[in-house]
């Protein structure tokens, strides 16, 4: 099974040039996280279980992705029985302790010290995004079984509680570094300024956290990783995101007709008299950002130079697509609080 990890995602982009205390303190505080999670020792029965999953499922992700069988010695000697039938015995760690002994692995001076830190911290987002793809699951499975759903709510809620806690502390975690980093919806990326991060990308990662969204939440963080390690057209990655935004409310409000050819045909469906989902200038404004924008990269130029976005304007067009998606999802989640109103 392919993952995508910030070792791989990031490997272009330099972060760290020693490893020092408040590097091997952060590999230490992000891997508490993961045991406060699901701590293995001392469970018992269906949390032991879990457990073990949870290990046994991030620790072969992660391996296959660095192209190795183990992260660490999984074996380990050990003497069993008593007097003349006292014997040495070869035995296997639990994933946890693969994990946790990889983790706190010293550096050798061979070691690609940036190399080192990304791949221990791909670990981190990995566990995590586990986690958050297995509340998002129950997000479903709530929706199409509603009373079931209710017997079950109170564990349910405290482990998307667990798990929002652990998501603050990991981002508490990279401040206390002083690295430009952050976790959201599955995934470590890099930090924008601390203005933008707060009055706009937290509450665009909340707002499309819900399954409806998952389209839109992948082609923003793919544009973002474009962006950040150089990658080819990261801003189309952003009208692609909001066009999913568009569609999607097209369809959930039923105005959908199947003959809409791009998203100036989705735009004028939710501009429509009888449904004035967005206000006239409104829909001028979302037009002109896929004319400029998104038609100028996503056709080819022919003999003309070949269309290509400063890093500036390549934050601006993913900016202004987390801006408008965010507005747009929520005034679908007041419409339909109303339709059930």
């Given at each position: 099974?392919?993952?995508?990890?910030?070792?791989?995602?990031?490997?272009?982009?330099?972060?760290?040039?020693?490893?020092?205390?408040?590097?091997?303190?952060?590999?230490?505080?992000?891997?508490?996280?993961?045991?406060?999670?699901?701590?293995?020792?001392?469970?018992?029965?269906?949390?032991?279980?879990?457990?073990?999953?949870?290990?046994?499922?991030?620790?072969?992700?992660?391996?296959?992705?660095?192209?190795?069988?183990?992260?660490?010695?999984?074996?380990?000697?050990?003497?069993?029985?008593?007097?003349?039938?006292?014997?040495?015995?070869?035995?296997?760690?639990?994933?946890?302790?693969?994990?946790?002994?990889?983790?706190?692995?010293?550096v050798s001076t061979q070691t690609d010290v940036d190399e080192f830190v990304k791949e221990r911290l791909s670990l981190m987002e990995v566990g995590l995004r586990e986690v958050f793809e297995e509340i998002e699951h129950n997000k479903l499975w709530a929706e199409s079984s509603p009373e079931l759903a209710a017997m079950i709510a109170s564990p349910r809620k405290m482990r998307a509680l667990n798990y929002t806690s652990a998501s603050s502390e990991l981002n508490e975690r990279f401040v206390s570094a002083r690295l430009p980093l952050h976790y959201h919806n599955g995934y470590i990326q890099l930090l924008s300024d601390d203005k933008i991060t707060l009055e706009l990308e937290q509450p665009f990662w909340s707002a499309v956290s819900e399954p409806i969204w998952e389209n839109v939440d992948l082609d923003i963080k793919e544009a973002i990783d474009q962006r950040d390690t150089g990658g080819k057209d990261p801003a189309l990655y952003a009208a692609k995101a909001l066009e999913s935004a568009l569609k999607i409310i097209s369809d959930e409000l039923k105005v959908t007709h199947g003959g809409e050819r791009g998203a100036h045909s989705f735009i004028d469906n939710l501009g429509k008299k009888d449904v004035s989902f967005v206000n006239t200038w409104e829909a001028d404004f979302l037009r002109l950002f896929f004319t400029k924008v998104r038609n100028q990269l996503g056709h080819g130029p022919g003999s003309e130079p070949m269309p290509r976005l400063t890093f500036e304007q390549s934050s601006w067009a993913i900016e202004n697509a987390m801006s408008w998606t965010r507005l747009l999802v929520q005034r679908y989640e007041k419409w339909s609080s109303e339709e059930l109103v």
């Open positions: 099974m392919l993952t995508d990890i910030f070792a791989v995602r990031y490997e272009a982009v330099p972060l760290f040039r020693s490893f020092g205390r408040r590097e091997k303190r952060l590999l230490h505080q992000c891997f508490t996280i993961l045991e406060d999670l699901h701590p293995y020792w001392h469970e018992e029965k269906d949390a032991l279980k879990k457990s073990t999953k949870f290990w046994k499922t991030i620790h072969k992700r992660v391996s296959n992705e660095l192209g190795e069988m183990w992260l660490s010695d999984p074996y380990y000697q050990t003497e069993v029985g008593l007097g003349e039938f006292r014997r040495t015995e070869s035995r296997q760690r639990p994933e946890l302790e693969i994990c946790r002994h990889w983790v706190r692995a010293d």
